[in-house]
């Protein structure tokens, strides 16, 4: 996945994974979208190795793998 097709959740999911390791309801909950959608795109970047599941629902941000954009805070 490049940065073009990253949506806005996918940045503000980066963006809470960027304070630490977190699950699908932390991450809604801090970043403004529903459980079910961050499941969703949490999916997707997984799929692209930009983030990577630890077990019992918890995720981190694998770095190397985030697209360069000008989203980044």
Do not use: T
């Not at 980066?14 to 499941?39: D, F, T």
């Not at 997707?44 to 190397?64: A, C, F, S, T």
């Amino acid at each position: 996945m490049d940065a073009d097709d990253m949506r806005d959740a996918d940045w503000a999911i980066l963006n809470v994974l960027r304070e630490g390791r977190a699950n699908a309801p932390l991450i809604a909950e801090e970043a403004g979208y529903s459980s079910q959608y961050v499941r969703e795109r949490l999916g997707r970047l997984k799929q692209d190795d930009i983030v990577k599941p630890l077990g019992h629902g918890i995720y981190e941000i694998n770095e190397d793998e985030v697209p360069e954009s000008d989203h980044d805070e």
